[in-house]
Protein backbone atom coordinates (compact mmCIF):
# COMPACT_ATOMS: atom_id res chain seq x y z
CA UNK A 1 0.00 0.00 0.00
CA UNK A 2 0.98 3.15 -0.81
CA UNK A 3 1.18 6.58 0.46
CA UNK A 4 -1.18 7.85 -2.29
CA UNK A 5 -3.61 5.01 -1.72
CA UNK A 6 -4.20 6.22 1.54
CA UNK A 7 -7.17 8.33 1.66
CA UNK A 8 -7.82 10.52 4.86
CA UNK A 9 -11.35 10.99 5.12
CA UNK A 10 -12.15 14.61 5.44
CA UNK A 11 -15.04 15.57 7.78
CA UNK A 12 -18.35 16.41 6.46
CA UNK A 13 -19.14 19.53 6.45
CA UNK A 14 -21.42 21.14 9.42
CA UNK A 15 -24.93 22.76 8.05
CA UNK A 16 -26.86 24.92 10.47
CA UNK A 17 -30.47 24.64 10.25
CA UNK A 18 -31.48 28.24 10.67
CA UNK A 19 -34.39 29.12 12.65
CA UNK A 20 -36.71 31.57 10.96
CA UNK A 21 -39.01 33.01 13.59
CA UNK A 22 -42.82 33.64 12.56
CA UNK A 23 -44.19 37.26 12.17
CA UNK A 24 -45.81 37.89 15.19
CA UNK A 25 -48.11 40.98 16.11
CA UNK A 26 -49.80 39.99 19.23
CA UNK A 27 -46.10 38.88 20.84
CA UNK A 28 -43.51 40.70 19.17
CA UNK A 29 -40.92 42.04 21.10
CA UNK A 30 -40.25 45.90 21.42
CA UNK A 31 -41.14 46.02 17.71
CA UNK A 32 -43.75 48.17 17.45
CA UNK A 33 -47.46 47.47 17.99
CA UNK A 34 -50.34 49.05 16.17
CA UNK A 35 -51.96 51.51 17.56
CA UNK A 36 -55.44 50.09 16.86
CA UNK A 37 -55.01 47.05 18.73
CA UNK A 38 -53.50 48.55 21.74
CA UNK A 39 -56.28 50.52 22.55
CA UNK A 40 -59.06 47.67 22.17
CA UNK A 41 -57.05 45.77 24.63
CA UNK A 42 -57.11 48.55 27.08
CA UNK A 43 -60.40 48.86 26.51
CA UNK A 44 -61.10 45.08 26.93
CA UNK A 45 -59.48 45.34 30.22
CA UNK A 46 -61.64 47.59 31.28
CA UNK A 47 -64.58 46.70 30.15
CA UNK A 48 -64.29 43.14 30.57
CA UNK A 49 -64.23 43.28 34.43
CA UNK A 50 -66.79 45.69 34.45
CA UNK A 51 -69.35 43.43 32.56
CA UNK A 52 -68.28 40.42 34.71
CA UNK A 53 -69.03 42.74 37.90
CA UNK A 54 -72.30 43.70 36.03
CA UNK A 55 -73.63 40.28 35.49
CA UNK A 56 -72.74 38.80 38.72
CA UNK A 57 -74.22 41.56 41.06
CA UNK A 58 -77.16 42.18 38.90
CA UNK A 59 -78.32 38.56 39.21
CA UNK A 60 -77.49 38.07 42.90
CA UNK A 61 -74.94 35.52 42.74
CA UNK A 62 -73.01 37.60 45.31
CA UNK A 63 -76.01 39.31 48.10
CA UNK A 64 -75.73 42.63 47.81
CA UNK A 65 -74.54 44.05 50.99
CA UNK A 66 -70.79 42.00 49.76
CA UNK A 67 -70.92 43.20 45.89
CA UNK A 68 -73.44 45.97 45.19
CA UNK A 69 -74.11 46.87 41.59
CA UNK A 70 -71.71 49.63 39.71
CA UNK A 71 -74.74 51.56 39.52
CA UNK A 72 -75.27 51.71 43.12
CA UNK A 73 -71.76 52.84 44.02
CA UNK A 74 -71.91 55.28 41.37
CA UNK A 75 -75.27 56.83 43.50
CA UNK A 76 -72.94 56.19 46.66
CA UNK A 77 -70.41 58.22 45.33
CA UNK A 78 -72.76 60.91 44.05
CA UNK A 79 -74.50 61.01 47.52
CA UNK A 80 -70.99 61.45 49.40
CA UNK A 81 -69.95 64.10 47.20
CA UNK A 82 -73.54 66.18 48.13
CA UNK A 83 -74.46 65.46 51.18
CA UNK A 84 -71.17 63.66 53.15
CA UNK A 85 -68.17 66.24 52.15
CA UNK A 86 -66.43 63.56 49.91
CA UNK A 87 -64.29 66.54 48.75
CA UNK A 88 -62.92 67.84 51.86
CA UNK A 89 -61.96 64.17 52.46
CA UNK A 90 -60.63 63.74 49.17
CA UNK A 91 -58.29 66.91 49.38
CA UNK A 92 -57.30 65.97 53.22
CA UNK A 93 -55.88 62.67 51.77
CA UNK A 94 -54.11 63.98 48.71
CA UNK A 95 -52.65 66.52 51.41
CA UNK A 96 -51.19 64.20 53.61
CA UNK A 97 -49.68 62.05 50.16
CA UNK A 98 -48.36 64.66 49.13
CA UNK A 99 -46.50 66.28 52.16
CA UNK A 100 -45.44 62.27 53.62
CA UNK A 101 -44.62 61.52 49.82
CA UNK A 102 -41.86 64.57 49.40
CA UNK A 103 -40.47 63.99 52.33
CA UNK A 104 -39.57 61.04 51.76
CA UNK A 105 -38.30 61.98 48.43
CA UNK A 106 -36.61 64.81 49.80
CA UNK A 107 -34.80 61.77 52.27
CA UNK A 108 -34.45 58.56 50.06
CA UNK A 109 -33.23 60.43 46.32
CA UNK A 110 -30.26 61.85 48.45
CA UNK A 111 -29.42 58.56 50.50
CA UNK A 112 -29.74 56.34 47.63
CA UNK A 113 -27.27 58.57 45.33
CA UNK A 114 -24.90 58.13 48.31
CA UNK A 115 -25.34 54.42 49.32
CA UNK A 116 -25.07 53.82 44.96
CA UNK A 117 -21.88 56.26 44.59
CA UNK A 118 -20.03 55.81 47.79
CA UNK A 119 -18.78 52.26 48.92
CA UNK A 120 -18.21 53.51 52.49
CA UNK A 121 -21.75 55.15 52.68
CA UNK A 122 -22.52 51.57 50.97
CA UNK A 123 -21.13 49.71 54.10
CA UNK A 124 -22.71 52.01 56.47
CA UNK A 125 -26.14 52.61 55.37
CA UNK A 126 -27.53 49.49 53.63
CA UNK A 127 -27.32 47.14 56.10
CA UNK A 128 -29.42 49.32 58.87
CA UNK A 129 -31.83 50.06 55.29
CA UNK A 130 -31.86 46.72 54.26
CA UNK A 131 -33.14 45.64 58.13
CA UNK A 132 -35.76 48.18 58.84
CA UNK A 133 -37.09 47.40 55.11
CA UNK A 134 -38.73 44.13 56.26
CA UNK A 135 -40.07 45.62 59.92
CA UNK A 136 -43.92 46.28 59.17
CA UNK A 137 -45.04 49.51 59.60
CA UNK A 138 -48.03 49.47 61.20
CA UNK A 139 -45.71 48.01 64.04
CA UNK A 140 -44.75 51.15 64.35
CA UNK A 141 -47.78 52.87 64.74
CA UNK A 142 -47.91 52.77 68.56
CA UNK A 143 -44.46 54.54 69.20
CA UNK A 144 -45.33 56.56 66.14
CA UNK A 145 -48.38 58.12 68.49
CA UNK A 146 -45.86 57.95 71.83
CA UNK A 147 -42.85 59.89 69.67
CA UNK A 148 -45.48 62.42 67.85
CA UNK A 149 -48.47 62.29 68.72
CA UNK A 150 -52.18 61.92 67.01
CA UNK A 151 -51.88 64.91 64.56
CA UNK A 152 -51.15 65.52 61.09
CA UNK A 153 -47.54 65.32 61.61
CA UNK A 154 -47.80 61.41 62.68
CA UNK A 155 -50.01 60.46 59.69
CA UNK A 156 -47.36 62.13 57.66
CA UNK A 157 -44.81 60.19 59.04
CA UNK A 158 -46.22 56.58 58.76
CA UNK A 159 -46.64 57.89 54.87
CA UNK A 160 -42.96 58.52 54.39
CA UNK A 161 -41.64 55.69 56.60
CA UNK A 162 -43.63 53.21 53.89
CA UNK A 163 -42.06 55.05 51.10
CA UNK A 164 -38.70 56.51 52.12
CA UNK A 165 -36.85 52.94 52.38
CA UNK A 166 -37.70 51.86 48.86
CA UNK A 167 -36.73 54.81 47.50
CA UNK A 168 -33.30 54.38 49.16
CA UNK A 169 -32.89 50.96 47.63
CA UNK A 170 -34.34 51.55 43.63
CA UNK A 171 -32.16 54.87 43.85
CA UNK A 172 -29.19 53.05 44.76
CA UNK A 173 -29.76 50.24 42.42
CA UNK A 174 -29.99 52.44 39.57
CA UNK A 175 -26.56 54.32 40.54
CA UNK A 176 -25.20 50.34 40.90
CA UNK A 177 -26.25 50.25 37.35
CA UNK A 178 -24.21 52.97 35.62
CA UNK A 179 -21.08 51.45 33.78
CA UNK A 180 -17.65 52.10 35.71
CA UNK A 181 -16.42 52.69 32.09
CA UNK A 182 -18.41 56.17 32.14
CA UNK A 183 -16.76 57.03 35.49
CA UNK A 184 -13.68 56.38 34.62
CA UNK A 185 -13.78 58.23 31.57
CA UNK A 186 -14.52 61.03 33.08
CA UNK A 187 -11.53 61.03 35.79
CA UNK A 188 -9.58 60.28 32.39
CA UNK A 189 -10.40 63.65 30.79
CA UNK A 190 -9.36 65.76 34.27
CA UNK A 191 -12.97 65.46 36.32
CA UNK A 192 -13.48 65.44 40.03
CA UNK A 193 -15.13 63.48 42.62
CA UNK A 194 -18.11 66.33 42.35
CA UNK A 195 -17.80 66.42 38.72
CA UNK A 196 -18.49 62.84 38.27
CA UNK A 197 -21.29 62.81 40.77
CA UNK A 198 -23.38 65.81 39.28
CA UNK A 199 -22.32 65.41 35.30
CA UNK A 200 -22.12 61.64 35.32
CA UNK A 201 -23.84 60.07 38.29
CA UNK A 202 -27.09 62.01 38.16
CA UNK A 203 -27.99 62.67 34.59
CA UNK A 204 -27.37 58.82 33.73
CA UNK A 205 -30.04 58.20 36.93
CA UNK A 206 -32.20 60.86 36.94
CA UNK A 207 -34.80 59.26 34.20
CA UNK A 208 -34.52 56.04 36.98
CA UNK A 209 -35.36 58.27 39.87
CA UNK A 210 -38.56 59.84 37.71
CA UNK A 211 -39.63 56.16 37.15
CA UNK A 212 -38.50 55.37 40.95
CA UNK A 213 -40.91 57.99 42.32
CA UNK A 214 -43.73 57.04 40.28
CA UNK A 215 -43.98 53.45 41.32
CA UNK A 216 -43.44 54.26 45.05
CA UNK A 217 -46.30 56.99 44.92
CA UNK A 218 -48.47 53.82 44.83
CA UNK A 219 -47.14 52.90 48.35
CA UNK A 220 -48.35 56.58 49.52
CA UNK A 221 -52.07 56.16 48.61
CA UNK A 222 -51.53 53.09 50.19
CA UNK A 223 -50.28 53.63 53.35
CA UNK A 224 -52.79 57.16 53.97
CA UNK A 225 -55.62 54.38 54.80
CA UNK A 226 -52.94 53.03 58.11
CA UNK A 227 -51.91 56.68 58.84
CA UNK A 228 -56.19 58.04 58.22
CA UNK A 229 -56.56 55.34 61.47
CA UNK A 230 -54.82 57.49 64.17
CA UNK A 231 -57.88 59.71 65.15
CA UNK A 232 -58.48 61.21 61.55
CA UNK A 233 -61.75 63.25 61.16
CA UNK A 234 -61.45 63.38 57.76
CA UNK A 235 -59.75 61.77 54.41
CA UNK A 236 -60.64 58.74 52.18
CA UNK A 237 -58.97 56.54 54.77
CA UNK A 238 -61.40 57.61 57.50
CA UNK A 239 -64.47 57.39 54.67
CA UNK A 240 -63.48 53.57 54.24
CA UNK A 241 -62.96 52.55 57.99
CA UNK A 242 -66.46 54.80 58.44
CA UNK A 243 -68.24 52.81 55.74
CA UNK A 244 -66.96 49.62 56.84
CA UNK A 245 -68.58 49.44 60.52
CA UNK A 246 -71.81 50.03 58.99
CA UNK A 247 -71.37 47.48 56.26
CA UNK A 248 -72.05 49.97 53.61
CA UNK A 249 -69.82 48.01 50.90
CA UNK A 250 -71.38 50.75 47.75
CA UNK A 251 -69.60 53.36 49.87
CA UNK A 252 -65.91 51.53 50.19
CA UNK A 253 -66.23 50.62 46.90
CA UNK A 254 -66.33 54.13 45.38
CA UNK A 255 -63.47 55.29 47.90
CA UNK A 256 -61.32 52.14 46.66
CA UNK A 257 -61.99 53.16 43.47
CA UNK A 258 -61.43 56.75 43.67
CA UNK A 259 -58.26 56.13 44.81
CA UNK A 260 -57.23 54.02 42.38
CA UNK A 261 -58.12 56.53 39.44
CA UNK A 262 -55.96 59.20 41.60
CA UNK A 263 -53.02 57.34 41.09
CA UNK A 264 -54.06 56.62 37.64
CA UNK A 265 -53.83 59.93 37.23
CA UNK A 266 -50.61 60.58 39.07
CA UNK A 267 -49.12 57.93 37.23
CA UNK A 268 -49.59 59.07 33.43
CA UNK A 269 -49.11 62.29 34.64
CA UNK A 270 -45.57 61.30 36.00
CA UNK A 271 -44.83 59.92 32.50
CA UNK A 272 -46.07 62.76 30.75
CA UNK A 273 -43.49 64.77 33.17
CA UNK A 274 -40.54 62.05 32.74
CA UNK A 275 -40.95 62.26 29.18
CA UNK A 276 -40.63 66.11 29.21
CA UNK A 277 -38.01 66.76 31.42
CA UNK A 278 -35.54 62.94 29.55
CA UNK A 279 -36.06 63.33 26.57
CA UNK A 280 -32.89 61.23 25.70
CA UNK A 281 -34.16 57.76 28.09
CA UNK A 282 -35.46 54.98 26.56
CA UNK A 283 -38.94 54.79 27.79
CA UNK A 284 -40.17 51.55 26.43
CA UNK A 285 -40.19 50.11 30.15
CA UNK A 286 -42.52 49.98 32.90
Known amino acids: MTIESISIPLS ?16 SIRQGFPKRLSVLL ?19 IIPPIFLPTPTAVLAAGF ?3 TENNLGEDLLSS ?6 GFVFAAVIGVPVGLAIGTFHSMDSLLSP ?3 TVRYMPITGFVPLIIIWVGLGEPSKILIISLGVVLYNIIMVADAVKFIPNEMINVAYTMGASRWDVLSKVIVPATFPSVLDTLRVNISGAWNFVVIAELLAAQSGLGFKIIQAQRFLQTDK ?6 LIGAIGLAIDYGLKWVARLMTPWADRVRH
Open 128 to 130: IVG
Open 79 to 81: TMF
Open 252 to 257: VLFCIM
Open 12 to 27: EPITRKHRHLSPSIFW
Open 42 to 60: VVMSLTVPLTVWTIVSSLQ
Open 94 to 99: CSRVLA
